[in-house]
């Protein structure tokens, strides 16, 4: 029987061997030994734990703590579905970025360590117990983050938005860590799981509503809910392609999924407040991500943008706060992760193939890169939320959440956005389709020949196929997924001090 | 009990000027000190709460919190400086507000 702690051991073992394989495929002219180190990282995290995801089926809730020395001092970890959940996904991604970048050829020093930094660092906030490990895995995760970002292509420009992340995000981590202060000087503890039960005595003081704020504010930067979002499209759309597909599929969702779980087990006593702030924001958070992706011309932004509309979303089904609701949270995560990082991975080479970013370039590049092509198509439908894309069922699930709660008017305000948002998707989709089928001129197929750097590889195939696969998989046959995150969120709220 | 409202009172003060230098300042190696001001703040609000409640300076958790996070602030603080020199490297200046590519 494996035990749990290896959960803890394991990623953070990988971490420290990492900078040896970036050393060694640095100074052996092995570029590929980075990214295939990164690509291993993700296999053993994933088979870890799905052995310990396995062992804990069939409780309910299936709860297990990894507490290290005395409780309520030492440090803690919680293993549980929603945590579980969450972490698969970072895998997910993790390994079909790593795939992705295997065929680009060599990286940027010190990407490979940074890579599994952020992954370690993902799955530490997936699995933090008590507030003070949070932040430490919270800062693992953002640092890594700025340097992945500062790693883009033109470095310029991505030297702005790494700086614009890194401050922000900083300054956000430590207000985060004051509002931690707070609740300690309240509490005596950091324990998530002794907090849970001294928040449902009600200890509601202007103290708690300070704490919260500060939580909501210092979370809020790298969850990217308005108005702390502005460093999202900058740092989306000048990362490197495996990274903004990694960051825009989960990073800045598994801040949001550390703010929900601090709501709703630390903060449960005075949920009204927070509901209130909250439909507030989701509402700003949604019209302002979905109206700007409407008028970009450069996709990443389009992308960018809408992602800060699906934050929105998720925020709405957190005021309602109720199991379907949060179901249909862990469901989006996953759905808008899978099409998210496709979409990203799809659109890094035809831009750099079409030699820009804008939607009609990527349109006509349908010649010279048929798989990426295709597989941005099929990204920005499900984004659009076509049936039988996982993006439909994801929409659906949210909308019956919120309607049958007593914030439907919520749900009319999001029907607007699916709208907006599907109206922002569908205008590059025909750009790509009536630019694409179009028969392109004799000059331009003479022209068109792919270089050797730029013809699709194995790696970025196989890429392309598995979120291609699991976007349309899950479209159709969403029960398997939508069944792990209805066990996530019992998990959640029995965390929370029951119903 | 002073001494707890005197600490948080200093702590206060050191939120309040972290937040008016990121918010002011145009300097890269300016904003990152006032990052680090900020760490500063962080840690002594731990122990401020900790002398409110009664535990005293030298409670267990506190301490091992405040080494972590200072640690942390050290990382962030060579991160930030690693980030100002290759701007400054690449981009001749060390002027927050001349960092406007990125627009729209």
């Known amino acids: 029987m494996l035990s749990p702690w290896w959960l ?7 971490l420290v061997v990492a900078p040896l394989f970036d050393i060694a495929g640095h100074r052996k ?18 088979a870890l734990f799905c052995t310990v995801a396995f062992s804990l089926r069939g409780a309910s809730p299936a709860l297990c703590l990894l507490a290290y020395g005395q409780p309520g001092l030492g440090t803690c970890f919680i293993v549980e ?111 998530l799981l002794l907090l849970a039960g001294l928040s449902v005595k009600g200890a509601s003081s202007a103290w708690l509503y ?11 930067v790298e969850a990217a809910i308005f108005p702390l979002h502005t460093w999202l499209p900058d740092a989306y759309s000048e990362a490197p392609t495996p990274v903004s597909a990694t960051i825009a599929g989960i990073t800045t969702e598994m801040g949001l999924y550390g703010l ?68 249909a949270v862990l469901f989006l995560i996953f759905s808008h992760a899978i099409s998210k990082s496709l979409a990203f991975l799809s659109a890094g080479p035809l831009a750099s193939g079409a030699g820009s970013r804008e939607l009609t370039a990527l349109g006509r590049s349908w010649s010279r890169a048929k798989a990426a092509w295709l597989a941005l198509l099929l990204a920005l439908t499900c984004r659009a939320g076509l049936p039988a894309t996982s993006g439909f069922v994801e929409k659906l699930l949210l909308l019956s959440a919120i309607f049958s709660s007593p914030f439907w008017w919520l749900g009319l305000v999001m029907v607007v956005n699916v709208v907006i948002a599907a109206a922002a998707y569908f205008r ?65 709220l029995s965390l929370g001090g029951g119903r | 009990m002073m001494e707890g409202e005197l600490l948080l009172a200093v702590s206060l003060a050191l939120l309040a000027l972290g ?53 942390i602030g050290g990382c962030i603080a060579a991160f930030g400086l690693a980030l100002a020199l290759a701007i400054y490297k690449r981009l001749g200046t060390l002027d927050a507000w001349e960092l406007d590519k990125l627009r729209g």
């Open chain 1, 210 to 220: 300070m704490a919260l704020l500060l939580f909501i504010l210092g979370m809020g």
């Open chain 1, 29 to 46: 002219a092995l570029p590929e030994l980075p990214h295939a180190f990164t690509l291993a990282v993700s296999l053993a995290c994933a």
């Open chain 1, 8 to 14: 803890i051991y394991l990623p953070v073992l990988l």
């Open chain 1, 260 to 327: 929900l779980k601090i709501l709703v087990v630390v903060f449960k006593a005075v949920a009204s407040v927070w509901q209130q702030i909250l439909a507030i924001l989701c509402m700003a958070n949604m019209f302002l991500g979905n109206l700007c992706a409407l008028v970009q011309d450069d996709i990443k932004r389009l992308l960018a943008y809408s992602s800060i509309g699906i934050i929105g979303y998720a925020l709405a089904a957190l005021v309602v706060l109720s199991p379907s609701a949060l179901m």
């Open chain 1, 81 to 191: 579905r929603a945590g579980l959940f969450m972490a698969f996904t970072a895998l997910l991604l993790a390994m079909t970025a790593s795939l992705f970048s295997l065929s680009r050829g060599p990286a940027y020093p010190g990407y490979g360590v940074a890579f599994t930094a952020l992954l370690v660092g993902m799955l530490g906030v997936a699995l933090a117990g008590d507030l003070l490990t949070l932040y430490v895995f919270w800062e693992i995760m953002c640092l890594s983050a700025y340097a992945l970002v500062a790693m883009g292509d033109v470095r310029e420009r991505a030297l702005e938005a790494a700086w614009k992340y890194f401050i922000m995000a900083s300054a956000g981590a430590i207000i985060m860590l004051i509002g931690a202060a707070i609740i300690y000087g309240l509490a005596g503890t950091l324990n």
């Open chain 2, 19 to 71: 937040l008016y230098g990121l918010a002011a300042k145009r300097n890269l190696v300016r904003l990152i000190i006032a990052l680090e001001i900020l760490v500063n703040a962080a840690c002594l609000c731990f122990t401020a709460m900790s002398v409110m409640a009664g535990r005293g300076l030298s409670d267990p958790l506190v301490c091992v919190l405040i080494i972590i996070v200072l640690a």
């Open chain 1, 428 to 492: 590059p989709v025909f750009i790509m389709l009536r630019l694409g089928l179009k028969a392109p001129k004799r000059e331009e197929l003479t022209a068109k020949v792919p270089q050797e750097g730029e013809r699709t590889g194995l790696g970025e195939l196989l890429a392309f196929l598995i979120l291609g696969l699991l976007v349309l998989a899950v479209g159709i046959w969403p029960s398997p997924v939508a069944e792990l995150a209805a066990e996530g969120a019992e998990d959640l």
